[in-house]
């Protein structure tokens, strides 16, 4: 895949809708790309010093491009996490077959193994809980919804 067809590829999680909220009845949520974003800033913003903040927003920005073609898979769609990772890993090795060490820093990110991959998992835990308060103080989702996904957002997984 050329950059330009991946680039393409990427702009289309623009129009991937963040499942979670439309099963809460969300009509008009944010999508994937959105998502991303927010992570990459929080990133960015709260990055401590002894991160490497190069690293850590290669992941950011990175860390959902596999939904483009499996979707946004929740807890609730009932796929084992086992197979969830096996699919967006498929899909990110063919993605990024001519960039091995940007799959190398999304796998890493996945692995959970360094301290930039778990920083990067509190970044994507704040963006939900920051997106369920803001839904829920402009009457997008219930308050009980919201805090539903505020407890998701805390758990350890």
Request: proline share 4%; charged share 35%; with cysteine.
């Amino acid at each position: 895949m050329t950059t330009d067809d991946l680039c393409r590829l990427a702009a289309e999680l623009k129009e991937v809708r963040r499942a979670g909220w439309l099963r809460v009845g969300n009509s008009a949520p944010e999508s994937v790309a959105d998502h991303s974003y927010g992570v990459a800033l929080l990133a960015l913003l709260r990055c401590p010093p002894e991160l490497d903040r190069g690293r850590l927003l290669i992941m950011a920005i990175l860390h959902d491009l596999a939904e483009v073609r499996v979707g946004d898979i929740t807890p609730h769609d009932g796929v084992p996490a086992e197979e969830k990772h096996r699919r967006e890993d498929e899909v990110m090795a063919a993605l990024l077959v001519d960039r091995p060490e940007l799959l190398a820093l999304w796998r890493e990110a996945e692995a959970q193994q360094t301290p930039e991959a778990r920083f990067l998992k509190e970044m994507d835990r704040l963006d939900m809980r920051l997106q369920a308060e803001r839904y829920a103080a402009t009457g997008r989702i219930s308050a009980v919804d919201a805090g539903e996904f505020m407890r998701s957002s805390t758990r350890e997984d």
